[in-house]
């Protein structure tokens, strides 16, 4: 298997929430830090997290990750933006990257056994896309 990396998507506002998502602790660390964690667990290289509200407080946290931390600007514009700005970032990063794993910060059950297994599937079933899914009942 080649490179994967992983995009990381924490530039939203968390408006609803009246503070930023992705500081919020969960089990001793910030949903962030935990998705970055569970990223390098996964051995995903390089990891590219695309920020925008509350800028400087989310880039504090992620400081001592070796994470690659791209800035969007246009966040308010919506997701779409996020995906785009860390995509050119991982590719301009590493440019014989085969995949990436696009995540939130915001599911704290999502880790780097569930992450490995969505590479490991994609490499078996040689399919240019996976998606996870999980119950709602």
Sequence with gaps: ????????????????????????????????????????????SPTVVVIGSDREEVERELKA??????????????????????????IDNVPDVEAMVLLVCDKAAVDALMMARVITLRAKMRRAIVVSRYATS
Excluded at 66 to 89: D, H, K, P
Aim: aromatic fraction near 2%; proline fraction near 1%; charged fraction near 25%.
């Design 65 to 90: 990750e070796g994470a690659i931390i791209v800035e969007n600007e246009n966040w308010r514009l919506g997701i779409g933006t996020s995906i785009r700005a860390g995509v050119r970032a991982l």
């Design 1 to 44: 298997m080649g490179k994967t990396g992983a995009l990381i998507l924490a530039a939203g506002e968390s408006s609803r929430l009246g503070q930023p998502k992705q500081l919020i602790q969960f089990r001793g660390k910030s949903l962030l830090h935990r998705i970055v964690d569970a990223a390098k667990k996964a051995r995903c």
